[in-house]
């Protein structure tokens, strides 16, 4: 397996942070192959930009070593910015230039010769149903088809790796799904993709491989069934109206919901209550656990271990 980023025990802390904060990445240490979505996910502040931004040669790290295809991100920065492309969690377009324009350019600016670039200009207006708004200056556009725009730019790329920081937040669903499709279309020409998202069904739907970071560290990685096969309770049951809570407790992590009740379990229980269920005509749903799932039972069991040893924060 090659692989097209390695991160060993990353460290980063931003100047003039107050005295006694923790670093924003602390020993990160991993490896994304090359080809696929790695997702990286975390709670906001976990650390994922930063990583993002070191990376993509933005920001120096403190300590620790990152390559990006084989690059040090120190030494060959000039190496690393000609293969990589980046949508960041914020940014300004060039304004005064409207969407064809600015994608265009950018693709020239990246080397392409005017045939390709215009050629790739065109798919990835047609891609992200930005066809209709291509004269339009970038300075009018809303917010959502600004970020759209800037997808349409790096996604047309012909960047080995592509950093993409929240590229669908503020998007709509339809085109949120456009740029799954994009990303999709992305993987399939062996490219490499990091990809940080708050939207856990996203993570779920594109990842190859997973990255869990919580307070800068690196809490949970591997393939979506790697992950799985870490939580306690990998299944979940739902069972419509009432049934006995006392029941159902030796099973596994009993929560009411609306209009009925959720257990997670592992198969072999849930198995058992979808017979109980059963024999007593109770209407149920069981399957794995989301990604979502995953995510508040390890970030919620870090944050009760680390609790009282913790200052309380936001
Ligand atoms: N420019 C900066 N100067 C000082 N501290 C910073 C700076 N940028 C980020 N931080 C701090 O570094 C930590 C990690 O921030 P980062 O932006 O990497 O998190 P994130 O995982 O991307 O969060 P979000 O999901 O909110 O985007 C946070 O504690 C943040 O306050
Ligand atoms: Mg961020």
């Not at 120190?74 to 960041?88: H, L, W």
């Not at 939580?231 to 407790?249: C, I, M, W």
């Not at 017979?275 to 007593?280: H, K, P, S, T, V």
């Not at 005509?281 to 799932?293: N, Q």
């Amino acid at each position: 397996m090659s692989i097209a980023i390695r991160a060993d025990r990353l460290r980063k802390v931003y100047p003039k942070s107050p005295p006694g904060s923790p670093a924003a990445l602390e020993d990160l240490t991993l490896e994304v192959p090359t080809g696929g979505v790695y997702g990286l996910i975390g709670r906001n502040g976990a650390g994922k930009t930063t990583f993002v931004r070191i990376a993509s040669t933005q920001l120096e790290p403190t300590g620790g070593q990152l390559s990006v295809l084989g690059y040090d991100v120190r030494r060959d920065d000039r190496e690393i910015r000609t293969r990589i492309a980046c949508v960041p969690q914020e940014s300004r377009p060039l304004y005064f230039l409207n969407v064809e324009e600015v994608v265009y350019l950018y693709l020239k600016l990246r080397g392409l010769d005017r045939t390709e670039a215009r050629r790739r200009t065109k798919e990835a207006l047609d891609e992200l149903s930005l066809t209709e708004y291509r004269r339009r200056s970038v300075q009018r556009l809303s917010g959502g088809l600004r970020r759209r725009t800037l997808c349409a730019m790096v996604l047309a790329s012909d960047a080995e790796v592509l950093f993409l920081d929240e590229p669908t937040t503020g998007l709509d669903p339809i085109a949120r799904r456009q740029v799954w499709e994009a990303i999709r279309r992305t993987i399939r020409e062996h490219r490499t993709i990091v990809l940080t998202t708050h939207y856990l069904d996203e993570a779920e739907a594109l990842s190859t491989r997973l990255a869990l970071v919580e307070r800068g560290r690196l809490v949970l990685e591997g393939t979506p069934a790697d992950l799985r096969a870490r939580v306690r309770y990998p299944y979940r049951v739902t069972l419509e109206g009432s049934f006995p809570r006392s029941e159902l407790e030796p099973f596994g992590r009993v929560s009411e919901i609306e209009g009925g009740v959720m257990v997670f379990t592992r198969e072999p229980e849930a198995r058992e209550i979808a017979r109980r269920a059963l024999a007593r005509g109770t209407r149920l749903s069981m399957g794995p656990v989301s990604l979502e799932d995953i995510f508040l039972e390890v970030v919620g069991r870090s944050l009760s271990d680390e609790a009282p040893a913790e200052e309380a924060e936001a």
